[in-house]
């Protein structure tokens, strides 16, 4: 019999937000018999790998599993994303497999006539079983927190908002064709939602004690692919811009990079941008172009 | 009528505001409600919730933004609306939660068919254990010393509240004052302060006088056979 077959079986509830792809799930154990962790006695420990990413680890003081940490709960920003980024590898095996299931299959969310009532409306949940072994943290603790790069990071930030405003300023000064105008053009859409991300990406960079956000930036590139009135060479310079951020040591380059692509004379993204951008300033702004 | 957008009583974030802003476009408002939500998330989840609280305040969150949603696009990034209406929502929501778990302890009397207010006749004086702050004394350790026995089915009786009255009449009226909302109406520090208009500091610091004070003065009540005086 292996140890699966022995162990406690506990629940996995689960709560998903597709159109925000906000993956939450705690996990309810029932059994303290067969070795489930001791609610009266545990301790709990919160881990936080990444600015997208929240876990809490249940540590028995005896039993079983005696110091070795259980995931108890967890929440994940831009879930479906970060699942085809790294597999989501900061859950337990068993875990990431089941929420790529549930997020996948709920991926497309409630359809709506309008992006509010989707938002208040699009939740989904479910709940699964599996035995309490899966969900045991056999990783060395991770510690991605580098407090020496917070400057670092306010600058990939900055230049993140800059070129965000650049590729907005490029995008408006360029002419809709009749169809675009009357059906609503996909190109806005997608320069929108890139620098949506983008943006968000830089608050998430500036406001998170210099943690990278790998599930905000695996949107942000995935938006990126979905298409941009960019060149190959622009958009091959600013994905690997957009990978390296994952890594705080490259945040120097990262920014680098990022402002010379919008200094660039020679790219179009800055054609007629640098004297006509407005710079979002990355405290609250009164305007928000990003949004209209 | 204060039409100045970015001001409120208490603090709130404006709801119920007509707008005759122009509408933002669909792809514009999906953008931003999506970060929106991912904000209050991150924000929420800071304070060491649990995640499905975390989903309820950030449900909250979304229906104060959709109260007027062109005039806060306009005038709020999403992180500046997440942090401030998280942090309004979350107030209300563990206040509501407080009540609903019955924690904290309870002061006040219900009458007999428990028409008062929101406890019902078991809990009226005292229930849970939840210690308000981190090494402060329990209301509930000064009902024990008391003499009383306090169960999870405590029942008001006249001897008890003869015996709290008589606690509570050791203490200025500012130290009543906020021992029963923060130990009776399970109101937070913080939320005590900011109605007194004091720094949360001296709140506390009056909080702790006034459990000493209550504490010492229980101490100093005569036992359960003695009886007490009502008056």
Known sequence: ?292 | MDTNPTHHSQKETPANTTSNLPLPTPAGEKAYIKHLTRAATRIASKRGRQPFDVDDIVQGVLLRFAADVPRFMRDYTPERFAREATSQVAITFDRKHRVARYQGVRLVHVSEDGSEGYCPKARAFASGSEPILEGDGELLDLARSLGAVVDETVVQSEHDRAMLRACLQQLTPRQREFLMLVDGYGFTVTEVAARADLVRETVSRELSRARKLALQAAGNLPDDDEGVSTS
Not at chain 1, 101 to 108: A, L, Q, S, V, W
Not at chain 1, 158 to 173: D, K, M, V, W
């Open chain 1, 1 to 292: 019999m292996n140890r699966h077959q022995s162990a406690a079986m506990v629940r996995l509830l689960l709560r998903y937000r597709p159109d925000a792809d906000v993956l939450l799930g705690v996990v309810e154990v029932t059994d303290t018999a067969s070795g489930g962790p001791d609610a009266v006695n545990d301790r709990r420990l919160s881990d936080t790998p990444d600015a997208d990413t929240r876990l809490t680890w249940n540590l028995a003081a005896s039993g079983q599993f005696a110091n070795t940490p259980v995931l108890h709960s967890f929440e994940v920003i831009h879930a479906l994303s970060r699942w085809q980024a790294d597999g989501l590898d900061v859950l337990p095996r068993a875990v990431a497999d089941i929420c790529h299931r549930f997020t996948n299959e709920h991926r497309e969310g409630a359809l709506s006539d309008t992006p509010m009532i989707s938002a208040l409306h699009s939740r989904v949940a479910s709940e699964a079983q599996l035995p309490i072994t899966e969900l045991l943290n056999t990783n060395e603790p991770r510690t991605s927190a580098r407090p020496g790069l917070q400057q670092d990071a306010l600058h990939v930030a900055r230049s993140l908002e800059q070129l965000s405003g650049a590729i907005e300023t490029a995008f408006s000064t360029r002419r809709l064709t009749d169809h675009e105008a009357e059906t609503g053009s996909n190109e806005h859409n997608r320069v929108v939602a890139f620098c949506a991300l983008a943006r968000e990406l830089a608050s998430t960079l500036a406001d998170h004690e210099a943690l990278p956000a790998p599930g905000t930036s695996a949107a942000t590139r995935q938006a990126l692919r979905g298409g941009l009135p960019i060149s190959d060479r622009e958009r091959t310079a600013l994905l690997t811009a957009l990978t390296d951020i994952d890594q705080p040591d490259r945040w120097a380059l990262v920014a680098a990079a990022l402002d010379h692509l919008a200094a660039d004379k020679n790219c179009h993204l800055a054609a007629n941008a640098i004297t006509e951008v407005r710079w979002p300033r990355l405290s609250s702004s009164t305007r928000h172009p990003g949004y209209r």
